[in-house]
C-alpha cells in the first residue's frame, strides 16, 4: 500500500511546486494536499522562525490527519531591514490569510509595500535572501527539518509573469531575471524551497519508504 504524505498548505501554488519537486525524487509517496481535509481547517503561525512555524504545521496536521505530513515556511529576508519580512512575508501589508481578497491582489499589495519601502535605497544595499524550512512529522512524535535558501538582489520594478509572491523582484545570484522570468524547472532547480525538499528527500527515505534502512 502507497504511504500518503499530507502537504500542509492550502497555497495550490506551492502544493503544485512541491508536488512537481517531489515527484522528481521518485519516491512512490501518495502526495495529497490540505483540501483533501477541509475538517483541519486553517493554522496559525504563532513561532517566529520558518522552522518553528513549519514544525506548528506539520505537528498539528499529523495529529488531525493521522498520516506523515510535510510542511514548510519560507519568506524574503531583506538585509537592509534586518531581514524582514522574513516570516511576515505572506502578510507583509496587513493583509491576512483570512482576508477576502484574491491571492494575487494580496501578492501585488505586500509586493509594493516593499518595493516602496525600499525605494531610497542603493542598488548596492538591496541584497536579500529567500528562504525555506521543511518539516515532517509522523503521527507517534518524530520531526525532522531540512532548511534551503537562495541569495540574490531585490530589483525596482516587477519583472514576469510566472511564479507568485515577491518573485517578480528578486533576482538571484549570478542571474539577471527575476525568479518570475523562470520556468517551473529552472525555479525548482534553483529556489529555497527545492533546496529545502531536496535536503528532505533522504529523510523521507530513512523515515517513510518500505525500503528504508
Known sequence: ????????????HKVHELQQILGEADLGLEIVSMAAFPEVGEIPETE??????????????????????????????????????G????RWSGLHEGTD??????????????????ADVPDEHRRAAFRCAAVLAIPGGTTVTSEGEV????????????GFGYDPIFVPDGDTRTLAQY???????????????????????????????
Open 1 to 12: 500500500m502507497t504511504q500518503r504524505v499530507v502537504l500542509a498548505t492550502h497555497n495550490e
Open 151 to 162: 541569495p540574490g538582489v531585490i530589483v525596482r520594478e516587477p519583472v514576469g509573469d510566472n
Open 48 to 85: 517566529v522562525t520558518f522552522a518553528g512555524n513549519a514544525r506548528l504545521k506539520a505537528e498539528h496536521v499529523a495529529m488531525r490527519t493521522s498520516l506523515p505530513a510535510l510542511a514548510d515556511d519560507s519568506g524574503l529576508a531583506v538585509e537592509v531591514l534586518g531581514g524582514s519580512p
Open 183 to 213: 520556468t517551473d524547472v529552472e525555479k525548482n532547480a534553483i529556489s529555497h524551497r527545492g533546496r529545502a525538499l531536496r535536503a528532505m528527500v533522504p529523510l523521507l527515505r530513512e523515515h517513510l519508504t518500505p525500503h528504508a534502512g
Open 101 to 118: 481578497l484574491p491571492r494575487a491582489e494580496k501578492d501585488r499589495r505586500n509586493l509594493q509595500l516593499l518595493l516602496d519601502q525600499l
Open 87 to 90: 516570516i511576515f512575508s505572506a
